[in-house]
């Protein structure tokens, strides 16, 4: 029988993790090339939620916790219907890929997930629909790429104050063995179904880059 103190206390890991993913879910969905009008508020709902009450539930606040239940179903809503981008294409390949050990996937999208922000935002009408996102979370910037900057920052402080790593070199994966995994990851990555409702397509070597930016935290000009 499980303990009733135990049961009822989420390990603040997981509640980073599972609050991180659950915005990927909703940033994803939003700029998912199936997105549409029944999608779009569900996912910007779940986004003002996770921000208005991650942290707090990370830190323990029971309200926040059930507020943040309500943002996963929400963004969960959202998904089942918009699909998912690239961010979980890449956590679900790299996650079992290393022998140090799994990379949790909330873990794995929280760290991905600016990168590939910056990647799609290559694409015009992408970055306009970022810089929707930005505006909803009160973000400030004189033009969507500036809105899109802020809302990569964003979630880096998120990650920050959630003690998320940045990179996967900061998780802990090394250097030899992401090297020389680097194209089979990547081509499985291109090929996982999340690809397809991506906004911007992606080639498999411009995936190796965009896993290698993420390895070493480098800038994604490409
Ligand atoms: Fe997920």
């Not at 998912?84 to 760290?111: D, E, F, Q, R, V």
Request: charged share 20%; net charge negative.
């Amino acid at each position: 029988m499980v303990d009733p103190a135990l049961a009822e206390t989420m390990p603040p890991k997981l509640t980073a993790h599972t609050g991180m993913d659950a915005l990927t879910h909703a940033i994803e969905a939003y700029v998912s090339t199936l997105h549409c009008p029944f999608t779009d508020p569900l996912a910007t709902q779940a986004i003002m939620m996770v921000d208005q009450y991650l942290l707090a539930s990370f830190g323990g606040d029971k309200s926040a916790r059930e507020q943040m239940h309500y943002a996963q179903c929400l963004a969960g809503m959202a998904f089942s219907n918009a699909l998912l981008g690239i961010t979980h294409s890449m956590a679900h390949k790299t996650g079992p890929a290393y022998s140090t050990g799994h990379i949790p996937h909330g873990c794995a999208n929280a760290i991905y997930l600016p990168f590939v922000i910056r990647f799609n935002a290559k694409d015009e009408a992408t970055t306009a629909r970022y810089a929707l996102i930005a505006r909803h979370l009160g973000l400030e910037g004189d033009s969507d790429a500036a809105l899109v900057e802020a809302l990569c920052m964003k979630i880096d402080q998120y990650n920050t104050a959630l003690n998320i790593p940045h990179t996967l070199q900061e998780f802990g994966i090394v250097e030899s063995e992401f090297l020389e995994k680097l194209d089979r990851v990547a081509e499985l990555a291109v090929g996982d179904a999340c690809t397809l409702a991506n906004p911007r397509k992606i080639t498999p070597a411009e995936m190796a880059k965009l896993l290698k930016a993420a390895y070493y935290g480098s800038p994604v000009d490409f």
